[in-house]
């Protein structure tokens, strides 16, 4: 098992990448902590971990809310003892993000306050406990589209991809003499809700999908199999990087025919 005996705090776990990331990570022996503010969705992850043998819990946090995270980190220690993976995954995808024009400041803000000030808030509290605990791996969601401009534009969650992916680097480095690493996670598109809810009709679909060398969507569970990598001691000489899986679509000038 690649995480006996660790501690892993995943956000976002009540579907997606979090959901298949938490049902991997207890398989691989980790006891996980569930965090979202769909509560229902978080407590049917946990039982579906609790039913195939492993052991979680779920504790409700609004990752933009920076006693929430301090919370969770507590619950996290306070239940288990410890916390050695911080997996920053919670993130939305807003149905009216569009361009700088048609986008309004509240969806803007709105969207930096989850997806940036999140992993700033679970770092800011989930690293002290790395450090007591002697080290760990931190995994942030980020996205290809911190390489790329989108085809379908969404400003907002663009620019809080981009700000995710420097402050990961900036934090490999700063905790890279202390056993912590971390790394960001650059999903390609993939078949979840959020992104479907998002490229709502087939021509919105198939203006991301053409520019897929694969021509396909990925899955969640595909990016749940790379997290663990990164959660695993398989990347220990692996700090500040931008792991994408992304079909190849940040490698592509062109498709093929």
Known sequence: MRLKNKIALITGGSSGIGRESAILFAQEGAKVIVTDINDEGGQETVKMIQE???????????????????????????????????????????????????????????TMNINVKG???????????????????????????????????????????????AMTRELAIIHARENIRVNALCPG??????????????????????HIPMGRFGEAKEMAKAALFLASDDSSYTTGTEFLVDGGITAAYVTPE
């Open 119 to 165: 992993v700033f808030f679970g770092c800011k509290y989930g690293i002290p406990a790395l450090q007591r605990a002697g080290g760990g791996s931190i995994i942030n969601t980020a996205s290809f589209v911190a390489h790329l401009g989108a085809a379908t534009p969404q400003i907002a969650y663009t620019a809080s991809k981009g700000a995710v992916l």
């Open 189 to 210: 598109p993939l078949r979840t809700e959020l992104l479907m809810k998002f490229l709502n009709t087939e021509a919105k679909k198939q203006r991301r999908l053409v």
């Open 52 to 110: 195939a043998g492993g052991e979680a819990t779920y504790f409700h946090a609004d990752v933009a809310k920076a006693n929430d995270c301090q919370a969770m980190v507590k619950h996290a220690e306070d239940t288990y003892g410890a916390l050695h993976i911080l997996f920053n995954n919670a993130g939305i995808m807003h149905n009216d993000d569009g361009n700088a024009m048609s986008t309004e400041e509240a969806v803007f803000d709105l």
